[in-house]
């Protein structure tokens, strides 16, 4: 499931496409769009994602402001675009500002959140083996993986089993499977004999399923009421929700998204704790800031929330740069922005949305984006490019 990626072939939305006439001026554009977001990334610097197309002409100016970014925008790599920097939010294509969005894995950091609450509460143990609460999910060959290797992806579980794709046919976005049985199907096709626990880290969805399913059973009520009573609620994050598993809607306004000119619009919210919310960009935005300030942990798991894993990255994770872990315990991603200094955030993707929100530690700066890709390009580089425009001084 990696972050919940997934390829985008084609996007609409309910006002009509650009005009055939437009078409050229679309190419040209977005050349010049692609060659200006490659140069103005650094060399170090990565997200979660294939790796980009380098630039190979003249470099242009690295200054860009997420302005310049949105005003080449709509073109044929991505659609719709919405940006919100230090709180103001802008839009390009048929998107608006207020529009709702499927996170994918920036649910992740919810989930972290959610478990470092009952960790403060002494009621789910960080370095607790974590079979303990969940022997029924937990093979015994992972009965050292503790609550913490968990959320810092150190745990060492399988490759998650496959998810429904159109291959699957007519309605494949509707599918579920419940956590259980994802992660029972996880562990069934599982050959390789696993890393220890907590010897490295390798992003891994199945994290955040076991995740879940300990809250569960810790507090003995759904995940969603927990993400309800301890963070949506609290914050006021009303156009934030993770939907019931037989709801496929999204509230209005929203994208409306496409796959193999299939209307995907409305699909199973399955991947849960690890990737099934949906969200405004004015919901995140206070999120990020409510979590930074240390509004919805005490001190001791505040800490926890920037502390990375003094291990190696897996060789297959192409989540960090280099050899180094990126991931904390709070399930936030480390970056470096071209100034040097560190920036921390999550990226999320589902079918139609490419999402994320990150924010300089001392939140003098914070960006929440919400992308439409079309599946026809690769949109990391824009991706990069919002990340280190938004969070400039």
């Known amino acids: 499931m990696g972050d919940g990626d997934c390829t985008q072939e084609s996007w609409r939305s309910n006002t009509p496409h650009q005009r055939r006439g437009e078409e050229a ?6 050349a010049v769009t692609i060659l200006a977001l490659a140069t103005a990334l650094t060399a170090g610097a990565a997200l979660p994602a294939a790796a980009a197309t380098p630039a190979s002409s003249a470099p242009l100016s690295a200054n860009l402001s997420v302005q310049d970014i949105l005003d080449h925008l709509p073109d044929d790599v991505v659609a719709g675009a919405l940006i919100r920097r230090d709180g103001v939010g802008a839009t390009a294509g048929p998107v608006t500002a207020d529009a709702y969005a499927r996170i994918g894995s920036v649910t992740k950091a919810f989930t972290n959140t959610a478990v470092l609450q009952l960790v403060a509460e002494h009621r789910i143990g960080l370095d ?4 303990r609460h ?9 009965n050292r993986v503790t609550v913490r290797q968990l959320l810092d992806h150190t745990s060492g579980l399988p490759k998650p089993a496959p998810t429904p794709v159109p291959a699957d046919g007519p309605g494949w976005q509707l599918k579920s499977v419940t956590p259980e ?3 029972r199907d996880s562990f069934a096709a599982a050959t390789d004999v696993p890393p220890a626990p907590g010897s490295e880290q390798q992003y891994n969805g199945l994290n955040s399923f076991v995740l879940g399913l300990i809250v569960e059973k810790a507090t003995g009520h759904s995940f969603t009421d927990e993400l309800q009573r301890r963070i949506i609620r609290p914050l006021h994050l009303r156009h934030t929700s993770l939907p019931a598993a037989d ?9 409306e998204v496409y796959l193999d000119r299939e209307d995907v619009t409305e699909q199973s919210p399955y991947p849960w704790a690890e990737g099934g919310m949906i969200s405004t960009a004015a919901d995140l935005d206070r999120f990020i800031t409510a979590l930074f300030r240390g509004s919805l942990l005490p001190p001791a798991q505040q800490k926890l929330v920037f502390e990375i894993p003094n291990v190696k990255s897996a060789a297959d994770n192409t ?3 280099g050899q180094a872990a990126c991931y904390s315990i709070g399930g936030l991603l480390r970056y470096q922005l071209p100034s040097g200094e560190y920036a921390w955030g999550k990226t999320g993707s589902r079918p139609g949305w490419d999402n994320g929100l990150f924010a300089t530690r001392d939140l003098r700066h914070r960006v929440v984006y919400s992308l439409n890709p079309t599946g026809t390009g690769n ?7 919002i990340v280190n425009a938004g969070l400039a001084d």
């Open 25 to 30: 001026s679309m190419c040209i554009r977005l």
């Open 128 to 131: 607790t083996p974590a079979r």
């Open 134 to 142: 969940v022997p029924q999910v937990l093979p015994e060959a992972y």
């Open 181 to 183: 049985n994802f992660l």
């Open 247 to 255: 709801d496929p809607t999204i509230p209005s306004p929203h994208a």
């Open 319 to 321: 989540n960090c740069v």
């Open 379 to 385: 949109d990391l580089p824009y991706i990069r490019a």
